[in-house]
């Protein structure tokens, strides 16, 4: 039976670089990937964007209303031939970037894809919002997960970074909606417990 695997951490861990990695390895052994994103991400539109500059076009974008199963299935049928390969191949695994905001019902989808279609699930996203509330999607992948790996990045102190501190001109907010995407609306900036509580006048959940 394949896995369902969430792989968190804090902003700037490099998640969407160690996805795009991970789908080159696939692919450079003869085997098929497809890779997602909810569409809410409009960084870098279609395309999953890592901070070190790399892009590739997603296969699906997985809508707040959509079944994830369904949008798989869909592009798994798909034959299609991107310039390296002519897919006649079942896929070998799905990846899914900035799983924090799909819902709790398409993760269970994506536990579905992984227990039932017996191909493993790399969701990769971040637990907690700004105000360290958890997203909807990465609560329930904490849930049901099988394998949960987290990846470490440091805050500007040299400590471990756990929170996601949100800016608008440079200055921390802690007010306003759970989703802003990062470099649209506003920036974010990496921040261990120490440096949170200190920019937010020692509250954690605002």
């Known amino acids: 039976m394949a896995k369902l695997y969430f792989r ?10 160690a996805l795009l990695q991970a789908a080159y390895n696939y692919e450079e052994r003869g085997q ?5 994103k909810p569409r809410v991400d409009t960084k870098g539109d279609t395309e999953i964007v890592s901070r070190l500059g790399v892009t590739r076009q997603a296969d699906f ?3 707040p209303t959509d079944s994830a199963l369904d949008l798989f299935h869909a592009a798994a049928a798909q034959d299609e031939n991107d310039g390296r390969m002519h897919w006649h191949l079942p896929v ?3 990846l899914v970037d900035e799983a924090q905001f799909l819902t709790a019902e398409q993760i269970d989808d994506l536990m579905r894809i992984a227990v039932v279609e017996d191909i493993p699930v790399m ?5 907690t919002d700004f105000k360290t509330i958890a997203f909807p999607g990465s609560s329930r992948l904490l849930e049901i997960a099988h394998t949960l790996e987290e990846w470490k990045t440091i805050c500007r102190c040299g400590r471990k970074a756990l929170f996601n501190g949100r800016t ?3 200055k921390f907010i802690f ?9 649209v609306h506003v920036g974010y900036e990496s921040l261990c417990a120490t440096c949170y509580l200190e920019e937010s006048g020692g509250k954690l959940s605002q």
């Open 92 to 94: 070998s695994c799905l």
């Open 8 to 17: 968190y951490g804090a902003m700037n861990s490099g998640k969407s670089t």
């Open 123 to 127: 969701a990769y996203g971040i637990r």
């Open 32 to 36: 098929r990937v497809l890779l997602a």
């Open 168 to 170: 608008v001109d440079g």
């Open 175 to 183: 007010d306003g909606n759970q989703v802003a995407i990062d470099g």
């Open 61 to 63: 974008l997985i809508g």
